[in-house]
């Protein structure tokens, strides 16, 4: 069984930046497909970035300029930088493999003055 574990959250002023990390318990295959996702209370969990095994990647529209995604397989980890931060980018942040039932624990953003 994956277990995945993200860290690097917390506090942070509108403009600021934070770095998530992901740590899997088991190995992340360069084949796999790793996303971001976020969610706020009340609201559906939406895809944040993706990074494909080709090293390719997507973004959430909202996000696209101020994020990026990477991974380091060695590490078995995956990245998540965050520039530029909103207050609408307030959500609790998941990790997640794509196309499997393995989900991170969610780590709390808080963007906020």
């Known amino acids: 069984q994956v277990q995945l574990v993200e860290s690097g959250g917390g506090l942070v002023q509108p403009g600021g930046s934070l770095r998530l990390s992901c740590a899997a318990s088991g190995s992340i295959f360069s084949r796999n497909v790793m996303a971001w996702y976020r969610q706020t209370p009340g609201k559906e969990r939406e895809l944040v970035a993706r990074?494909?095994?080709?090293?390719?990647?997507n973004y959430a529209e909202s996000v696209k300029g101020r994020f990026t995604i990477s991974r380091d397989n060695a590490k078995n980890t995956v990245h998540l930088q965050m520039n530029s931060l909103k207050p609408e980018d307030t959500a609790v942040y998941y990790c997640?493999?794509?196309?499997?039932?393995?989900w991170g624990q969610g780590i709390q953003v808080t963007v906020s003055s």
């Open positions: 990074i494909y095994s080709t090293g390719n990647t």
């Open positions: 997640h493999i794509d196309a499997t039932n393995f």
